[in-house]
């Protein structure tokens, strides 16, 4: 019984450094990064069509930023673009943006992968958001450059730092961490 007390209690001890790792690793990323995230009015085929619409003007029209605040600074600018674009298109709804803290899934690009998370992100809500979403890393402007090319790369690597090898899934970690319970029970 004692064995099986001290299993437990290792275990306990080594899942507690793993998230605190882990949650420590993804505010590191987390604070070096803005994320772009629209969303479409709803799921049919015109909506989703005028949210790429959307996301091609922002990009295009957006400056490459120098630094994460000036997305903050510019969100009036997200949302007047995104509005140009809905009055062209002719439909009867609106764009809101907003700047803030949101929640994401793990989103996977070609070759790295962000964690999900909270992340500092310009959100564009068209009409009433209920559609598919679209998003990318705004800043640094990873939506402006294919990832997989080599100045794609050495943005991640200048971005990510000594973090570059996690996102990317390059060296993998040696350890595998056993649970003698587990490998007991099956």
Request: proline share 3%; charged share 35%; net charge negative.
């Amino acid at each position: 019984m004692r064995k099986l007390t001290a299993a437990l209690l290792c275990g306990i001890f080594v899942t507690g450094c793993i998230s605190a790792y882990s949650r420590d690793l993804h505010e590191e990323l987390a604070d070096g990064i803005v994320r772009l995230h629209i969303i479409a009015d709803d799921d049919s085929e015109e909506a989703q069509s005028v949210k790429l619409k959307v996301r091609d003007r922002v990009l295009e029209e957006m400056e490459k930023f120098e630094t994460k605040e000036e997305a903050a600074e510019h969100i009036e600018d997200f949302e007047r673009i995104a509005n140009e674009v809905l009055e062209e298109e002719g439909v009867s709804y609106r764009a809101s943006a907003e700047y803030g803290r949101f929640e994401f899934p793990t989103k996977y690009y070609d070759n790295f992968a962000l964690p999900k998370g909270e992340y500092d992100a310009v959100r564009i809500s068209l009409g009433k958001a209920e559609g598919k979403n679209w998003w990318c890393v705004l800043f640094p402007p990873l939506c402006y450059v294919d990832a997989a090319t080599e100045e794609g790369e050495a943005l991640l690597k200048e971005t990510f730092g000594e973090n570059y090898e996690l996102v990317t899934g390059e060296g993998k970690p040696a350890v595998k961490i056993k649970f003698k319970i587990a490998e007991i029970f099956g």
